[in-house]
T-cell receptor, first 113, second 112 residues
Framework: GAGVSQSPSNKVTEKGKDVELRCDPI?????LYWYRQSLGQGLEFLIY????????KSGLPSDRFSAERTGGSVSTLTIQRTQQEDSAVYLC???????????FGDGTRLSIL | GESVGLHLPTLSVQEGDNSIINCAYS??????FIWYKQESGKGPQFIID?????DKRQGQRVTVLLNKTVKHLSLQIAATQPGDSAVYFC???????????FGAGTRLFVKA
């Protein structure tokens, strides 16, 4: 069966550009999470969606980061005016509900030049 | 693929030996715990979970132990194989919630 799909798998862009990262969760999963993983670090929580609403946006590092989810399915994470410190792997996960194991995609590796 | 966690604590074991990976969790209200395995260039993969009404749970070659008194979790891997080489994360949650707190991770090296 299909797992969590993220695209693109790799993204290289210049500082100051905007980027959009996409996540297709497992069909029927209502909970969706975004994390950031820098080299040598663990997982940093960014945002959580239950359906289309995001009850907790506290992990977003700055107002340059935003995320949306439409139709209770696909989610996009947008980073505006990218900075070099935004370089990381961005992981998406989904679960059938909030307190169940999360299924992760393989991430988008973002490199800001 | 990209390496994950170059500066993580590391455990090196001989193939065939048993491995024990430890984790101290932070929130005394957490009542649901999960171990994930992350291979290089991949996302974390669920291994095993345990709820706070248990202190031990076994899977295939893996056992999770929970000590709520000292807020400690461990993952035991029996007869460790080269394919077990990865970074292992513990995670804690509160039932009914959504916030997952991940540990820093431990890198397991299996020597053939």
């Amino acid at each position: 069966g299909a797992g969590v799909s993220q695209s693109p798998s790799n993204k290289v862009t210049e500082k100051g550009k905007d980027v959009e990262l996409r996540c297709d969760p497992i069909s029927g999963h209502t909970a969706l999470y975004w994390y950031r993983q820098s080299l040598g670090q663990g997982l940093e929580f960014l945002i959580y969606f239950q359906g289309n609403s995001a009850p907790d946006k506290s992990g977003l590092p700055s107002d340059r980061f935003s995320a949306e989810r439409t139709g209770g399915s696909v989610s996009t994470l947008t980073i505006q005016r990218t900075q070099q410190e935004d370089s990381a792997v961005y992981l998406c996960a989904s679960s059938s509900r909030g307190d169940q194991p999360q299924h992760f995609g393989d991430g988008t590796r973002l490199s800001i030049l | 693929g990209e390496s994950v966690g170059l500066h993580l604590p590391t455990l090196s074991v001989q193939e065939g030996d048993n491995s024990i990976i430890n984790c101290a969790y932070s929130n005394s209200a957490s009542d649901y715990f999960i171990w994930y395995k992350q291979e290089s260039g991949k996302g974390p993969q669920f291994i095993i979970d345990i709820r706070s009404n248990m202190d031990k749970r076994q899977g295939q070659r893996v056992t999770v132990l929970l000590n709520k008194t000292v807020k400690h979790l461990s993952l035991q891997i029996a007869a460790t194989q080269p394919g077990d080489s990865a970074v292992y994360f513990c995670a804690e949650m509160v039932t009914g919630g959504f916030k997952t707190i991940f540990g820093a991770g431990t890198r397991l090296f299996v020597k053939a």
